[in-house]
């Protein structure tokens, strides 16, 4: 179900604003790798769930059994502002910015639920509702052409100085959400993933206290969580911290000469093309396994190994074109 409501406006010649809002709801989406037939468990005094590991199973006549179910649920929620310029006066502009919130049962940031999932599900059919895998809360995007003064010189100052133009795209977006984990613990039938946080209120939403994110080495203290006890499940939300964002800004300096001779639009490109102009580093996904499965803490809990691939260190391109 969607449902959305824009109101847009000229401000300027050629130049309107738009503000709007989006919603969806989503019901009956898949909720992958259910567990159906797991040991009992029980809630402590202390808020925690002990699994029954002497228990028998439910139905001891299968193993455990993992099943997609349809009963996931989402909400989506967006407030968009955006400014667009027609090109006139040798100058396009267009820049839109979007705060959202997405939270469901079950997703991972690529936005698929079916059989394979990062974030945690719930005990046995409970569902574990959260920031969804792939919320990303603030996002900017701006691009812009412009042509350069010198389109009406002739001679050779119009060959030298006409022709030039310039284009521009930055993106600038928060990071997706994470949840932190530790090995599972095996013991033949049972396992217990994810882990304590006592120190710090870590409910739905998220607390990015715990982030440092000029820090490479530590994107999250890790001494902020403790591995549970064995049986035990952990106890942080789902979702509950961010990983780094994106921010990205490529530039295009071009040039058309006409070459008459090759007819009416014969002409000659120059590209000089600049991607990630300020070499900025864009963070991957920090370590996310905290402790191991004999709950020692991980010497790489929160460490960044490598920048993403889809926004790589400065590229500098030139090419040369011959239109015809």
Do not use: C
Request: glycine share 8%; net charge neutral.
């Amino acid at each position: 179900m969607k449902w959305n409501l824009d109101i847009e406006r000229e401000i300027a010649p050629d130049t309107t604003l738009e503000i709007g809002y989006s919603g969806t709801r989503g019901v009956h989406l898949p909720r992958g790798n259910v567990l159906l037939n797991t040991k009992p468990a029980v809630d402590t005094d202390d808020g925690r769930r002990l699994i029954l590991i002497n228990e028998p199973l439910p139905n001891p006549n299968f193993n455990r059994m993992r099943s997609p179910i349809t009963d996931g649920t989402s909400d989506y929620h967006a407030w968009r502002l955006s400014v667009n310029k027609r090109f006139s006066n040798n100058f396009l502009f267009q820049s839109s910015y979007t705060v959202s919130k997405s939270i469901d049962d079950s997703s991972t940031w690529t936005g698929s639920s079916d059989f394979r999932e990062s974030d945690r599900n719930g005990y046995r059919r409970e569902k574990d509702h959260g920031l969804s895998g792939f919320d990303v809360r603030q996002s900017w995007t701006t691009s812009a052409i412009v042509d350069l003064p010198g389109s009406n010189l002739t001679g050779g100052a119009g060959a030298l100085l006409g022709g030039w133009s310039t284009s521009s795209i930055m993106r600038f977006n928060s990071g997706h959400p994470l949840t932190l984990n530790q090995d599972r613990v095996r013991d033949g039938r049972t396992r217990s993933r994810y882990v304590d946080g006592p120190t710090l209120d870590l409910s739905a939403g998220g607390d990015q206290s715990a982030v440092n994110p000029q820090n490479p080495d530590q994107y999250y203290n890790a001494d902020n969580y403790v591995a549970p006890e064995p049986f035990y499940m952990g106890t942080i939300g789902k979702n509950h911290i961010t990983v780094p964002g994106i921010a990205n800004v490529d530039i295009t300096l071009m040039k058309n000469t006409a070459i008459t001779a090759l007819g009416e639009s014969g002409s000659l490109q120059f590209r000089a093309e600049f991607f990630n102009l300020f070499n900025r580093s864009n963070f991957n996904i920090p370590e996310e396994r905290v402790y191991d499965r004999r709950g020692d803490l991980n010497s790489d809990a929160g460490r960044i190994f490598e920048a993403r691939d889809t926004s790589p260190s400065r590229q500098v391109q030139f090419a040369l074109k011959l239109i015809f």
